[in-house]
């Protein structure tokens, strides 16, 4: 691929925009300054780097962030910013989206791709990819509020009763939940349901794939072909 329509592809602005950075020496290819915007790079295994900041080649951008609270799902937020801000500007050009939405003040692992396969595969009600929750509880956890989520309550506007695919008590007010459906507030309000309170949420898991033990919230990383093997996922 030429340099130039590689930058472009990542990003970086303009083809214009792209060339003038490459013609004023500012990209390196595997480490050495590349000032042809016409040259072609070999993409395998490539890594290049633009103002001393290094790039892995990404057909797709799918990333982890860790959200933290505060931060609103939406392309559009209205009251608090875009978990979108969170990311370098050259994702954001690449109009990557959150892939499901979680809640303002919920934490946890949340997938961001521009893959529109990932994401309708992940988002697809048939796929029922598990999600697993820690809902902090205002009343102590206990066995009826388990045995109620397992076998299901009834949400205003939903025709059936709704079952969690796992619960367990993780504490006192700590109630792990696994749902493999996306329904607006699900936790929240199944919770409510069941004659409890969520006070706070954390999503721990998508999948087979966790919220790794290095990321800090507001940090993500990049997806591996192992993550997306987690996900269920092959390209
Ligand atoms: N369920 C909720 O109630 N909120 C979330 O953010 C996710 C699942």
Known sequence: MQLERLLQKHGFGTRKGCRSLIRNERVAVNGQICDDPFAEIDTTGLIFTVDGVDWPYAEFASLLLYKPAGY??????????????????QLRERDVQPIGRLDEDTTGLLLITDDGQLNHVLSSAKRKVPKVYLATTKHPVDQALIDQLLAGVLLTDEPEPIAAAAAEKAGDNLLRLTLTSGKYHQVK???????????????????????????????????????LQKLGYSA
Not at 191 to 217: I, T, W, Y
């Open 72 to 89: 609103e799902c939406s392309r559009k937020p209205v009251h608090h910013p875009s978990v979108l801000t969170l990311l370098p500007v």
């Open 189 to 227: 309000r199944m919770v409510a349901a069941a004659g409890n309170r969520v006070e706070a949420l954390h999503r721990e898991a998508v999948g087979d794939l966790s919220l790794s033990a290095d990321l800090k919230p507001g940090e993500w990383r990049w997806l591996t072909a192992d993550d």
